[in-house]
């Protein structure tokens, strides 16, 4: 049964990193492109940042351009995403996808991911003022 689980989120004053963790169970994370999206109270769920297999290439949305960074814990068959110059606006619960493609078009990806399915209960990020 394949899995995705959520961890790190917590609470942390503005302008505070947190690190989230994406680790799989039932697949090999580093065969798919995998994403982080969040919502946040009130809105639309997002997609924030992906990448690609191998490492090859990364996309954020310009809400967290230069403060987030993606990438892969090998390790633990995991993705992370390394968070900082928090802000409050990114208060939102983080999940995170994984998806097979052939070419790597990160919008389009994150739109077929956003509505592959059900989503899990990610983790929580507050970030106070």
């Known amino acids: 049964q394949v899995q995705l689980v959520e961890s790190g989120g917590g609470l942390v004053q503005s302008g505070g990193s947190l690190n989230l963790s994406c680790v799989a169970s039932?697949?090999?994370?580093?065969?798919?492109?995998i994403a982080w999206f969040r919502q946040a109270p009130g809105k639309e769920r997002e997609g924030i940042s992906i990448?690609?297999?191998?490492?090859?290439?990364?996309y954020y949305t310009d809400s967290v351009k230069d403060r987030f960074t993606i990438g892969r814990d090998l390790g633990r068959n995991g993705v992370y995403l390394q968070m900082t110059g928090l802000k409050p606006e990114d208060t939102a619960v983080y999940y995170c996808?994984?998806?097979?493609?052939?070419?790597?078009?990160?919008?389009?990806?994150?739109?077929?991911?956003?509505?592959?399915?059900?989503w899990g209960p990610g983790t929580q990020v507050t970030v106070s003022s």
């Open positions: 039932g697949l090999t994370l580093n065969h798919y492109a």
């Open positions: 990448i690609s297999r191998g490492d090859s290439d990364t």
């Open positions: 996808r994984a998806r097979y493609y052939t070419q790597f078009y990160p919008i389009q990806l994150l739109s077929q991911m956003a509505s592959s399915g059900p």
